[in-house]
């Protein structure tokens, strides 16, 4: 049976009719609105220029929010590896029942919508929530956390987790139980075992939940929106409040281009240094 | 003088016994075999020597020092996993000098030591290559250097062999008593194939459900097996169940109506017994010329010897015959079997009545 050349080209186009129209449409459209010209009175002009970039290229509290951003992101990766490496560890030791269903905690919260699991984080750290009410009890007195990076920081913790746990959760699937052992009679310490036996073998996952999780936080909407309120913005909420307070959607669209950018060069960057550790240690 | 020691060791998983009242003495320098069928102990056995499963009761000592506590990186030992259980992302050379380096042997010793460990094990040209670089013979090889190394007081091996195929197997056998024999090292071996035990080791120890039942040098072992089970799984065994007559100086069993001469037995007369021979020691004559007669039912080329399957009124016998160059008697031909009388062994039956 002879194929008709067109089959190659009719398979791959209802994916590729889909990219175009939900992605790369759209994504054009907001780099052309980005040009455009913005007058409050009149609205969106029919005239390019660069005036949006140099705003926020120069006002220093578009960099702030864009540092914050930075900041927070950065920060939710390293508090996911440090809490997510060792918790994929334990569970990779667990015996036969537990281990599904502690698999199951940790996926879970996946499960329930990000905006629900917003409000749950903000009735537990407000100001007459579960954790002053703990503290109050033990008269540590009412500490502000709602509203605040920390805030921030503990809800994307919460959702990103397990992004970071499955795929180093992976690779330990793939070691050898026996290979951690092997270092024991040796003579290696626990911790030496794993320094220099076990963390090797995963820095892949770890290093693939980084870039996954430092990409959703560096993007995320609901949790700085609900938990860091009118006054703490992130690039995403910033970026809404352009469009739907401002009415300025030429600016919004120039921060979510600046953001876009800046999330692709960091984490192509961060891809290359994985590629490159990846090759060394699988080859 | 014992140099390592198992007294009254026993494991049980929960109801379990994996592995019951063990006892044994392992002198310095020794080659001991660990055989028997799969999950009747033997790895279990051999981790609680390396430490890595905790015996439920007794003691074992190295030494003299009493050992049974002891976190595996504190004894020193040295194990060669089943699976190798190479470090993958670590070159060869990396692989043989992480005991050291854990032992924190300066950079230019380690850095000798690790060239002579893999010259010996045949491996010089390969330190610079990664496992997965390598054959299933040669990551065998870096498993032994890498145990070797730290020059451990007793090397253990579970089953080291099994996941190499038949020829590399049979070389890997020879290679690894070489290179035990020039550092000397006391090695105990896990393995459930009998002709590697056999082969290799100055003492077998098998093992069935849980016990060790016998503990022997191999032919000791394979002449004088001390349990029906060992007969069967060291070797071929025939085994034919009958009665025992005393006969002069020999004996004679009366199977289904045919008279064997055996070996002498202190029985009484009439009671039933279970008599043995191996296939090796049975000799094949024309029809008539033997002591007893049979068919030739099938017969089987094996390069060295041939096998036949006699039937005879005793049952069907099993014959093996060195390959002369010339061939024997053919399927279906009459034939008789000859055997010295002493070779043809004699027990009492299990649960045997006298009749
Ligand atoms: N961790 C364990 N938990 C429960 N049972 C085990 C465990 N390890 C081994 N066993 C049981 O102990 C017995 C002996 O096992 P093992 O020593 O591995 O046998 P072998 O190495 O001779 O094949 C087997 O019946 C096995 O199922
Ligand atoms: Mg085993």
């Known amino acids: 049976m002879s194929r008709s050349p067109a089959a190659p080209w009719l398979l791959v186009s209802p994916g590729a009719v889909l990219f175009l129209g939900l992605v790369l449409v759209p994504l054009v459209l907001t780099v052309i609105l980005s040009f455009l010209t913005y007058n409050y009175d009149t609205g969106i002009g029919d005239s390019y220029t660069l005036a949006h970039y140099g705003r926020v290229l120069s006002d220093s509290y578009y960099l702030e929010i864009f540092w914050r951003t930075l900041r927070l992101a950065f920060l939710t990766t390293l508090l996911c590896a440090l809490i997510g490496a060792p918790e994929a560890y334990i569970l990779s030791r667990m015996r036969s029942p537990w281990r599904s269903i502690f698999l199951l905690v940790i996926i879970g919260p996946l499960l329930v919508s990000v905006v629900v699991r917003a409000f749950g984080w903000s009735m537990l750290l407000g100001s007459t929530g579960l954790v002053n009410a703990a503290l109050g009890v033990l008269a540590l007195g009412p500490v502000r956390l709602l509203y605040t990076e920390t805030a921030i920081v503990i809800a994307l913790v919460h959702v990103m987790l397990p992004f970071m746990v499955i795929p180093v959760w992976t690779a330990l699937q793939k070691l050898d139980p026996m290979v951690e052992t092997a270092a024991w009679s040796l003579g290696a310490s626990r911790f030496a075992a794993l320094r220099r036996v076990v963390m090797p073998q995963v820095s892949i996952g770890l290093l693939s939940g980084s870039l996954i999780v430092f990409g959703l936080s560096a993007s995320a909407f609901a949790i700085p929106g609900l938990l860091g309120g009118r006054r703490l913005k992130m690039a995403a909420t910033l970026v809404y409040d352009e469009y739907m307070q401002e009415l300025n959607w030429p600016m919004g669209a120039a921060i979510a281009i600046i953001v876009l950018l800046a999330n692709l060069v960091i984490m192509l960057a961060y891809n290359r240094a994985v590629e490159a550790r990846a090759r060394r240690a699988l080859g | ?355």
């Open chain 2, 1 to 355: 003088m014992a140099f390592l020691t198992l007294e009254q060791v026993n494991k049980f998983y929960g109801e379990l016994a994996a592995v019951r009242d063990v006892d044994l003495s392992v002198a310095k320098g020794e080659f001991v075999s660990l055989l028997g069928p799969s999950g009747c102990g033997k790895t279990t056995t051999l981790q609680m020597i390396a430490g890595l499963v905790e015996p439920t009761s007794g003691r074992i000592t190295l030494d003299g020092r009493d050992i049974t506590h002891e976190k595996p990186n504190r004894r020193g030992l040295g194990i060669v996993f089943q699976s190798y259980a190479l470090f993958p992302h670590m070159t060869v050379a990396q692989n043989v000098a992480f005991g050291l380096e854990m032992r924190k042997v300066q950079r230019a010793e380690r850095d000798t030591r690790v060239a002579d460990m893999l010259a010996l094990v045949h491996l010089a040209g390969m330190a610079d290559r990664y496992p997965r670089q390598l054959s299933g013979g040669q990551r065998q090889r870096v498993a032994i250097a890498r145990a070797l190394v730290i020059e451990p007081p007793v090397l253990l091996l579970d089953e080291p062999l099994s996941n190499l195929d038949a020829k590399l197997r049979e070389e890997m056998q020879f290679e690894l008593r070489r290179i035990q024999r020039s550092v000397g090292t006391t090695t105990i071996m896990v393995t459930h194939d009998q002709a590697e035990a056999l082969s290799i080791s100055d003492r077998v120890v098998v093992m069935e459900a849980g016990c060790m039942t016998q503990v022997d040098a191999p032919y000791r072992l394979y002449e004088k097996p001390a349990t029906p089970f060992i007969s069967s799984f060291v070797g071929r065994m025939n085994r034919l169940e009958g009665i025992w007559w005393p006969n002069g100086p020999i004996g004679t069993v009366e199977v289904a109506g045919a008279m064997l001469p055996s070996e002498a037995a202190d029985l009484p007369a009439g009671a039933a017994v279970t008599a043995s021979i191996r296939p090796e020691k049975l000799l094949l004559h024309k029809a008539g010329e033997g002591r007893l007669n049979g068919n030739v039912a099938s017969r089987f080329f094996l390069g060295g010897h041939w096998l036949f399957n006699v039937e005879t009124p005793a049952g069907v016998i099993v014959v093996s015959m060195p390959n002369h160059g010339e061939e024997p008697a053919r399927e279906g031909e009459r034939v008789g079997i000859d055997w010295a009388p002493a070779s043809l062994r004699i027990e009492a039956s299990a649960g045997g009545t006298v009749s």
